[in-house]
């Protein structure tokens, strides 16, 4: 029984080994895909670097395969971005850094749609507020006056004027 035991623990340890070495292969492959999304690829394609669909494109290939050398080496993401933009500038990015001018570019639209809204809510209120005048003054008459005190003159101007 107890040389059963050991050979039913040898192989659990030896399928926990091989099951942890194919996730690492896998989380591996996953972080070059993860990582290569976040730049574009410099055949001036306009597409991401894991998305190049390029018939022979030796530009993509060259990438990815510089990028899949540095994850195999356990280069952390910033050194792996720093080596891309040392070698291909800024342009490699496919979405600006939020950071220095490029922040402007993530907080523009927030800050147009913001002052958009104040904007439509001002211009509506104002509207409300011109017609709320508007109906009060027509209440009132076009010359300012009361419809009451309107009448009032009339029948005062038709007493003085009976002769």
Not at 51 to 64: D, E, I, R
Not at 112 to 130: D, K, N, P
Request: positive net charge; glycine residues 6%; hydrophobic residues 40%.
């Amino acid at each position: 029984m107890t040389r059963m035991r050991r050979r039913k623990t040898l192989l659990f340890c030896i399928a926990g080994v091989c099951t942890l070495a194919l996730s690492v292969s896998v989380t591996a492959e996953d972080r070059a895909k993860q990582i290569g999304g976040k730049f574009m690829c410099m055949c001036n394609c306009n597409q991401v670097l894991t998305q190049c669909n390029h018939v022979g494109c030796t530009t993509s290939t060259a990438m990815l395969k510089e990028l899949d050398q540095a994850v195999a080496r356990g280069d952390s993401e910033d050194v792996i971005t720093q080596a891309f933009v040392q070698e291909f500038g800024t342009k490699v990015y496919a979405e600006p850094p939020k950071s220095g001018l490029s922040l402007v570019a993530w907080v523009l639209p927030s800050v147009y749609l913001v002052g958009g809204t104040l904007l439509v809510v001002f211009l509506i209120s104002r509207w409300r507020s011109r017609i709320h005048l508007e109906t009060a003054a027509a209440s009132v008459g076009p010359s300012g006056i009361s419809a009451e005190e309107l009448e009032r003159a009339r029948r005062r101007v038709a007493r003085e004027t009976e002769d």
